[in-house]
Nanobody, 126 residues
């Protein structure tokens, strides 16, 4: 099962930065598309950023373009989400998930990814 574990969340002041990590439970991420998603209270889970298996292609939600960067380190078997210029509206539980569909990084749709873990809470507040 393609279970991933998220880490790195916490409390951040507006304008601050945070880096989230996504690691697998006993398998390689090399051939998988990986996506970061988030869910705020009372809202649906939405795609934030997705990256192709090679790392050469990425896609971002309009709300985070220019502020967030998704990357992957094959040697460390980890995918990251660097979040800069954070805003209160970025507050949410952040999830990472895998997809076996090679083109899924382009649409970055929740339905193409899974399974889902516990996520990591990011709170942006002064």
């Amino acid at each position: 099962q393609l279970q991933l574990v998220e880490s790195g969340g916490g409390l951040v002041q507006p304008g601050g930065s945070r880096r989230l990590s996504c690691t697998p439970s006993g398998f390689t991420l090399d051939y998988l598309v990986i996506g970061w998603f988030r869910q705020a209270p009372g809202k649906e889970r939405e795609g934030v950023a997705c990256i192709s298996s090679s790392g050469g292609s990425t896609n971002y939600a309009d709300s985070v373009k220019g502020r967030f960067t998704i990357s992957r380190d094959h040697a460390k078997n980890t995918v990251y989400l660097q979040m800069d210029s954070l805003k209160p509206e970025d507050t949410a539980v952040y999830f990472c998930a895998a997809s076996l569909q090679r083109s899924s990084w382009y649409s970055c749709r929740r339905a193409d990814f899974g399974p889902w873990g516990q996520g990591t809470q990011v709170t942006v507040s002064s």
